[in-house]
Antibody, heavy 115, light 107 residues
Framework: EVQLVESGGDLVQPGGSLRLSCAASGFTFSTFWMTWVRQAPGKGLEWVANIKKDGSEIYYVDSVRGRFTISRDNAKNSLFLQMNSLRAEDTAVYYC????????WGQGTLVTVSS | DIQMTQSPSSLSASVGDRVTITCRASQGIRSDLGWYQQKPGKAPKRLIYAASSLQSGVPSRFSGSGSGTAFTLTISSLQPEDFATYYCLQHNNYPLTFGGGTKVEIK
């Protein structure tokens, strides 16, 4: 069974940084693209970034490019999202999901950016 | 960017009703489309992939159709557990984009 467990969400001040992690199990992590999707409170879904199986290709939504960095550690079956220069509009639940076509979802971790 | 226009944004229906939700892409996306169901406080769950393929474990009352720019999710006979918000997603081109969502409520 595919399991994705996010962690690292917290309350942070504007301009601050946070690193999200996602622990994957139940599938061969190194053979899948991985993706982060977010959802602001009461709003719809927004794709944030994804990364190829070996990390050789990475894509970001314009609103986070230059501030967020997606990475992975295939030896530890883990996905990461380093978030810098955080803004109020980054407040959301962040989901770790499998694949470019977005199949399986974790339960999410809440990031709140507020002073 | 490819815009996904989803309609309606909300609907009221009764148990047993046939429900249809539509997504239109601003340009052709072949069949690179998925449908997701989200219940309050929960993560989304994929129902349909490749526009018309049923995800394993999803009831057969859910079906998807379309290709190119016009897509449909149909629930043939609405059940109490189907009251939720539904989203489409295109993964043909970056940035990946979701529709705005359709909230299905009890009439």
């Amino acid at each position: 069974e595919v399991q994705l467990v996010e962690s690292g969400g917290d309350l942070v001040q504007p301009g601050g940084s946070l690193r999200l992690s996602c622990a994957a199990s139940g599938f061969t992590f190194s053979t899948f693209w991985m993706t982060w999707v977010r959802q602001a409170p009461g709003k719809g879904l927004e794709w944030v970034a994804n990364i190829k199986k070996d990390g050789s290709e990475i894509y970001y939504v314009d609103s986070v490019r230059g501030r967020f960095t997606i990475s992975r550690d295939n030896a530890k079956n883990s996905l990461f999202l380093q978030m810098n220069s955080l803004r109020a509009e980054d407040t959301a639940v962040y989901y770790c999901v499998t694949g470019q076509s977005i199949a399986y979802w974790g339960q999410g971790t809440l990031v709140t950016v507020s002073s | 960017d490819i815009q996904m226009t989803q309609s309606p944004s909300s609907l009221s229906a009764s148990v047993g009703d046939r429900v249809t939700i539509t997504c239109r892409a601003s340009q052709g996306i072949r069949s690179d489309l998925g449908w997701y169901q989200q219940k309050p406080g929960k993560a989304p769950k994929r129902l349909i992939y490749a526009a018309s393929s049923l995800q394993s474990g999803v009831p057969s009352r859910f079906s998807g159709s379309g290709s190119g720019t016009a897509f449909t999710l149909t629930i043939s006979s609405l059940q109490p557990e189907d009251f939720a918000t539904y989203y489409c997603l295109q993964h043909n081109n970056y940035p990946l984009t979701f529709g705005g969502g359709t909230k299905v409520e009890i009439k």
